[in-house]
């Protein structure tokens, strides 16, 4: 199958995943088969998988805690150059306030804690919601166009 | 990810290859270094070069593994980092805490010190 | 990344998508990653993937009728060596029982009406259903392993 | 899909290429070959060498196509059927409506007869 360039936005890709680790890559398959024929560089789409992982780990690990029942909920959609995910879990929730900096030299050797510091470093937008029936939202957010390639990326 | 391990000049290099991400990779290099250290070896070099992806999750194991063998005075360096890992250490400023080395042989020579 | 064989079913996933033929690819692309690493003949997948195609195809012009604010949901699932997939839409359904036999002389040169004909040719089981809030489900079953390789594919 | 059009001893050969799917390359492929009808073309010779997929809309098309050819008094006829296309053809009994070559200059001499 060739690639054709989508003409319009193709409308809101939604998923859903059983909590296990297998899941994550066919998330970030999906998304980045959405980016194909879109004029993403390679670097972009690679930092913005990562970020995806990121935050697919967390629902899975920290949010339903591998609960195979509990299910992921992915959302993908590109409006207007910005590519837009949004990741739910059904777990309890967090308060973002309290992830502490792991930048912090007491926090530089810590075995665990830069997920998110990864996210917010690879995306334009990273936002925490906690859901209403429980668990936690978050929507990362990526102009496709910007160029914007963060510290993360290699000149 | 697979891990091989050779023995060169009294250093246990461990190549490595596939994923270091979270359920796949990162319980096992734990493993696999701290298996090495239980047996007593302190001079480790591990080589990335054939590391296709890594998450935080796998960085959080290099740490723990780095921690592990620098408490038994040991050595644990790192050779042939891929320029995007070589990145995402960077970003969380451990591109300092690891000593990277571009050939293998220069790395061996520092052990020797 | 490289192939990881599943070391068990993974759950079932689920996505849906806006009613755009584009997004055909996006879904079959899904279903082809979700058979990575698992010992299902090129053939098999070949086929399998033309069927979902099919269903696919219908959902969107014959169930949402390319209405964009309507969705086709997908469910895949591997079970105990066979691939499970339904296809809804929010169309209006149909009588599977009146569709025409492509193969009547009569039909044989019309331009349409070979869709469901390749689904049940391709797949091990084809079984259509009418949702209760209206639409139409349609459940493909192919049995991964059994090389059953029809008149479809060749020897 | 593409579509080149070679004019060929008289016979108007079409080189498809990509995909004769739903929403992409069906209604397409009908443009081409009726615009080469209009334009009084009867001997028609569609290469699907180069087609990667096929659905029951672009069989649907290539049997429309066929039809007003044929109503029109030509002949459509297809080379270099790819195996799963030639499947495809074969289960919903459309192999033996068209005639299929798989040598070019062997599929042109029919036209002369
Ligand atoms: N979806 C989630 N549900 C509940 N807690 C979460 C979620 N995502 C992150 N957290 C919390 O935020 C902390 C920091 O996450 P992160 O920066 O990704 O590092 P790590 O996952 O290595 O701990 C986690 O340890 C966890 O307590
Ligand atoms: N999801 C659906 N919703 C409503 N009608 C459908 C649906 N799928 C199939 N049909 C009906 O069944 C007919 C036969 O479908 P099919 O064999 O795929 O051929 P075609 O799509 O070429 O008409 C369609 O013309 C349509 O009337």
Redesign the interface.
Known sequence: MTKTPPSHDAGPIRMSLSSRFENIELAQHLCGKLLDGREVSEETKHWLLMALREALANAIKHGNRQDVSKRIHVEMDVVGGNLQISIRDEGEGFDPATVEDPLAPENRLKTSGRGIFYMKTFMDDVRFRRLEGGGMEIVLTKNLGSGKEKEGNRT | MKANVREVQGVAVVDLK??I????GDVQLREVINGLVEKGKKNILINMQEV??I???G???L??C??SVTNKGGKLKLLHLP??I???L?????IT?FDVYESESEALATYAA
Chains 1, 3 share one sequence.
């Open positions: 596939g994923k991400t979270i359920g796949s296709t992806t998450d935080s999750s960085i959080g194991e740490v723990g780095y921690t320029p995007k070589n990145d995402v960077t970003v969380t400023q451990l805490v």
